[in-house]
């Protein structure tokens, strides 16, 4: 087998056939990801391909990618920084190089085939040619920021968005008349759930600004949250998304509450009780918010941000600096949901961890709170970060299928700063169908195609479009 052929990832017959037959061709739908609903709108050109694959130089690029071009003992300057484009396009070719193995390795060799019709492998014989071809190509107008997402079938892209943004640019994207694909918010009320964090009280602020009521009390910033959920509703929202790196359970009471916002709007320290109160709290709060919309809440867990201190200081967040964390998760996570279930506010939820060795807990709680007459209530979220890879996939989709059901699964998302990433929803379908493909050849499925087809379309497309029907 040629290297990323067109059976590459596929080692049985059936795992062809469900591919090539069935999910190769099927658009997609990326209900989380981070690009900018301004890009999308304005559609402009990138500048070059390390503007389009690595960085614009003002920290906002892949992070992945960054990674690995600092653990080939790259200067930042060529990373993150302001350096000469074409320098740091031969830095990560350099890196390419050494990073085989990696999935970043093969999404750059899809990437180079998916949208620029480039075979060559990236090595520093090759980079400058590649560099030049793709800087070529992406001075069209088949080129833009629309066209890259054109260019993949995309179908539904979902952005990440504060409860205070304005979605201006969702709605002129609706109101000049959209395009082939829609774009839709999705709420991320982050900056509500770390009072702690430098920027609350200024949220605070804007939250009584957009909302026209003043903040007094946690029942008053509730309401206002809840009237930016109508508004994002009304804007084709039906999904919220969730930093919520550690998991806590501590009940307060409403006097306890109104004091822990008072103090965090003045400034002042919080504890950890405190954060644990005002979280389960808040967490309860938008759960039964979200299930009065009939929202599909998403919980990114365990990780453990910016721990290199300095990195985080010299370049930001969401840079390169994160972890994994290994933290005990299925007793605060029960609790939370068994407290919901008491109110009858459970929404539908979709759950990540960074730490792979958090699916079983994740699974087996929330095979306990299925239900409702609701299908896949509870899901597992697909594979994230740094799991991303083949093995990855592979231990997410078996998790998945083992405690739960893997017809009703949602499938992937690209999670992504980069418009050039849309290739990873490929690699995740090939690994879908290579995993189902071995269990027929095994005979722990039925070894036809008929019957599994509709499952690969399901995982694949049908049930992530479903989520706003």
Same mark, same amino acid.
């Given at each position: 087998?040629?290297?990323?052929?067109?059976?590459?990832?596929?080692? #049985?017959?059936?795992?062809?056939?469900?591919?090539?037959?069935?999910?190769?061709?099927?658009?997609?739908?990326?209900?989380?990801?981070?690009?900018?609903?301004?890009?999308?709108?304005?559609?402009?050109?990138?500048?070059?391909?390390?503007?389009?694959?690595?960085?614009?130089?003002?920290?906002?690029?892949?992070?992945?990618?960054?990674?690995?071009?600092?653990?080939?003992?790259?200067?930042?300057?060529?990373? $993150?920084?302001?350096?000469?484009?074409?320098?740091?396009?031969?830095?990560?070719?350099?890196?390419?190089?050494?990073?085989?193995?990696?999935?970043?390795?093969?999404? $750059?060799?899809?990437?180079?085939?998916?949208?620029?019709?480039?075979?060559? #492998?990236? $090595?520093?014989?090759?980079?400058?040619?590649?560099?030049?071809?793709?800087?070529?190509?992406?001075?069209?107008?088949?080129?833009?920021?629309?066209?890259?997402?054109?260019?993949?079938?995309? =179908?539904?892209?979902?952005?990440?968005?504060?409860?205070?943004?304005?979605?201006?640019?969702?709605?002129?994207?609706?109101?000049?008349?959209?395009?082939?694909?829609? /774009?839709?918010?999705?709420?991320?009320?982050?900056?509500?759930?770390?009072?702690?964090?430098?920027?609350?009280?200024?949220?605070?602020?804007?939250?009584?600004?957009?909302?026209?009521?003043?903040?007094?009390?946690?029942?008053? /910033? /509730?309401?206002?949250?809840?009237?930016?959920?109508?508004?994002?509703?009304? /804007?084709?929202?039906?999904?919220?998304?969730?930093?919520?790196?550690?998991?806590?359970?501590?009940?307060?009471?409403?006097?306890?509450?109104?004091?822990? *916002?008072?103090?965090?709007?003045?400034?002042?320290?919080?504890?950890?009780?405190?954060?644990?109160?005002?979280?389960?709290?808040?967490? *309860?709060?938008?759960?039964?918010?979200?299930?009065?919309?009939?929202?599909?809440?998403? *919980?990114?867990?365990?990780?453990?941000?910016?721990?290199?201190?300095?990195?985080?200081?010299?370049?930001?967040?969401? $840079?390169?600096?994160?972890?994994?964390?290994?933290?005990?998760?299925?007793?605060? *996570?029960?609790?939370?949901?068994?407290?919901?279930?008491?109110?009858?506010?459970?929404?539908?939820?979709?759950?990540?961890?960074?730490?792979?060795? =958090?699916?079983?807990?994740?699974?087996?709680?929330?095979?306990?709170?299925?239900?409702?007459?609701?299908?896949?209530?509870?899901?597992?979220?697909?594979?994230?970060?740094?799991?991303?890879?083949?093995?990855?996939?592979?231990?997410?989709?078996?998790?998945?299928?083992?405690?739960?059901?893997?017809?009703?699964?949602?499938?992937? #998302?690209?999670?992504?700063?980069?418009?050039?990433?849309?290739?990873?929803?490929?690699?995740?379908?090939?690994?879908?169908?290579?995993?189902?493909?071995?269990?027929?050849?095994?005979?722990?499925?039925?070894?036809?195609?008929?019957?599994?087809?509709?499952?690969?379309?399901?995982?694949?497309?049908?049930?992530?479009?479903?989520?706003?029907?």
């Amino acid at each position: 087998m040629s290297f990323l052929d067109d059976d590459y990832l596929l080692t #049985t017959d059936v795992a062809k056939e469900l591919f090539h037959g069935t999910a190769e061709s099927l658009p997609i739908v990326d209900y989380h990801c981070h690009l900018s609903p301004k890009e999308i709108y304005e559609d402009e050109n990138f500048s070059d391909i390390v503007a389009a694959w690595l960085t614009d130089g003002n920290n906002y690029g892949d992070h992945y990618k960054w990674r690995l071009i600092r653990a080939n003992g790259t200067p930042e300057e060529l990373i $993150t920084g302001k350096g000469d484009p074409w320098e740091k396009f031969q830095a990560y070719a350099a890196t390419m190089e050494k990073a085989i193995g990696s999935p970043v390795y093969l999404w $750059t060799h899809m990437e180079l085939r998916r949208y620029f019709g480039i075979t060559d #492998t990236l $090595t520093t014989r090759t980079a400058k040619a590649i560099y030049e071809r793709t800087n070529e190509m992406l001075a069209t107008k088949d080129f833009t920021r629309r066209a890259l997402l054109r260019r993949m079938g995309l =179908d539904t892209i979902c952005t990440t968005d504060d409860p205070v943004d304005s979605l201006e640019y969702h709605q002129k994207f609706n109101d000049e008349g959209g395009d082939t694909f829609a /774009m839709i918010p999705a709420m991320r009320p982050d900056k509500a759930l770390n009072p702690d964090k430098a920027g609350f009280a200024e949220w605070v602020d804007q939250l009584e600004q957009v909302t026209g009521d003043k903040v007094n009390s946690f029942d008053d /910033m /509730m309401a206002g949250i809840n009237k930016r959920v109508d508004f994002f509703h009304e /804007m084709g929202s039906r999904l919220s998304d969730h930093a919520a790196d550690l998991m806590v359970y501590e009940e307060a009471t409403k006097a306890e509450l109104d004091d822990i *916002l008072s103090r965090a709007r003045a400034g002042k320290p919080l504890s950890f009780d405190d954060l644990a109160k005002y979280r389960t709290a808040l967490f *309860l709060e938008l759960m039964r918010i979200y299930d009065a919309h009939d929202w599909t809440m998403q *919980l990114h867990i365990h990780a453990l941000r910016n721990v290199n201190s300095v990195g985080f200081a010299d370049h930001g967040a969401d $840079t390169g600096f994160d972890a994994l964390n290994d933290r005990s998760i299925a007793e605060p *996570l029960a609790q939370l949901f068994d407290a919901a279930a008491r109110r009858g506010t459970v929404p539908r939820t979709i759950i990540y961890s960074l730490n792979p060795d =958090d699916y079983m807990p994740i699974a087996t709680v929330m095979g306990c709170f299925q239900g409702g007459g609701k299908k896949q209530r509870m899901a597992l979220g697909n594979a994230w970060w740094f799991n991303d890879t083949r093995t990855g996939i592979r231990r997410q989709l078996e998790v998945m299928a083992e405690e739960s059901l893997l017809g009703n699964f949602v499938g992937m #998302t690209t999670d992504s700063r980069s418009f050039l990433s849309y290739p990873r929803h490929e690699f995740f379908r090939r690994i879908l169908c290579e995993l189902v493909g071995e269990w027929a050849e095994r005979g722990e499925v039925p070894n036809d195609i008929d019957y599994l087809k509709p499952l690969i379309a399901d995982v694949s497309y049908n049930n992530a479009k479903a989520l706003f029907a």
